[in-house]
């Protein structure tokens, strides 16, 4: 291990299991997880651009959020799948640098587009007759605009700061990516700036958009309970609790991870957590958009309809 570290600038990640028969048959879940998630975001995005029906701006941001956990997915569990098939463990200094890179790009980006659509959801339920007006084509690329840019800048950089900080220890992350904070404790040097930046950063990009969700439910919970359609009350109910659901699969383990003191984490507790806002929140979130969700649910029998009757 010690001839390794002073001859190679590449990192080693000691994955998410043990090489041994439950392993295998939790990587092999794992996989299956992955399938399944590609699968549902795809036909979500697909879907999305198919039906005329779903051209609304709730929706096209909804496309934007299964293109992001498209490449959620991508960014992180083909290259653990590769490692713990192979038996190599090694990723190199640039790979590690851009597998860092968009990971963060797709959490920063991610955490403004859910933002973005409870914004969408405030003003369709809570002010209607603007709504054409606020949300308008212009306006909904812009803040999908912002997502990505703002996301990539962030992103870029903590990865530029993180790969140019001297590891002098081993090179073993005790992760199964190239996660920034899983690579402090192999610095030889005082790190707390950056630590500092990290909680700045996970503030700026998770919390308070996750406090600018919670204010805009609010208001919007508060607007469904004195309406006098039971249908409307059902149905803005519905698509509220949907978002909900998704945005607290996401936020929680994201916010608990990244905002606690180093002293207080543990690497196998970071990885665990990791699983859910990595892997499952992005099988998860096609799922809970289309059994939840009448819109979703009628664009699927219209498209499969088309199909059907065009053999």
């Known amino acids: 291990m010690e001839k390794w570290n002073q001859t190679s600038n590449d990192f080693i990640l000691l994955g998410l299991f043990l090489p041994n028969q439950t392993g295998r048959l939790l ?3 794992i996989i299956l997880v992955f399938f399944l998630a ?11 651009r198919l039906d005329p029906w779903l051209h609304t701006p709730m929706y096209f941001l909804l496309s934007q959020l299964s293109l ?4 959620y997915l991508s960014t992180t569990v083909p290259k653990m799948v590769f490692n713990f098939l192979s038996g190599q463990k090694g990723i190199s200094y640039l790979g590690c640098g851009v597998q860092s890179f968009f990971f963060l790009t ?10 973005s659509m409870a914004y969408d959801r405030y003003v369709a339920i809570c002010h209607p007759l603007h709504y054409c007006i ?3 084509k212009r306006m909904c690329m812009k803040m999908i605009m912002g997502s990505w840019i703002l996301g990539s800048i962030n992103s870029l950089a ?9 590891y002098c220890q081993s090179r073993a992350i005790d992760h199964f990516f190239c996660d920034v904070p899983a690579m402090l404790p192999l610095a030889c040097m005082d790190t707390w700036v950056y630590e500092y930046m990290v909680f700045v950063s996970t503030s700026l990009f998770l919390l308070l958009p996750f406090l600018g969700i919670t204010a805009s439910y609010g208001r919007v919970l508060f607007a469904v309970y004195h309406m006098r359609s039971k249908d409307g009350r059902k149905k803005a109910f519905t698509t509220c609790s949907t978002h909900l659901t998704v945005v607290t699969f996401y ?3 994201f916010v608990y991870t990244y905002l606690r003191p180093r002293n207080l984490r543990s690497p196998a507790e970071d990885k665990i957590l990791a699983v859910f806002y990595t892997i499952l929140t992005p099988m998860l979130n096609p799922i809970i958009y289309s059994l939840r969700n009448k819109e979703v649910l009628g664009a699927m029998t219209r498209v499969l309809g088309i199909f059907s009757s065009t053999k």
């Open 27 to 29: 990587l092999l879940l």
């Open 38 to 48: 590609s699968l549902g975001n795809s036909a979500m995005i697909y879907l999305i």
């Open 68 to 71: 992001m956990d498209l490449m």
């Open 106 to 115: 797709m959490a920063c980006s991610e955490g403004l587009l859910l933002a």
């Open 134 to 136: 606020r949300m308008s």
């Open 158 to 166: 903590h990865t530029v700061y993180a790969l140019h900080i001297p």
């Open 251 to 253: 936020y929680a383990p």
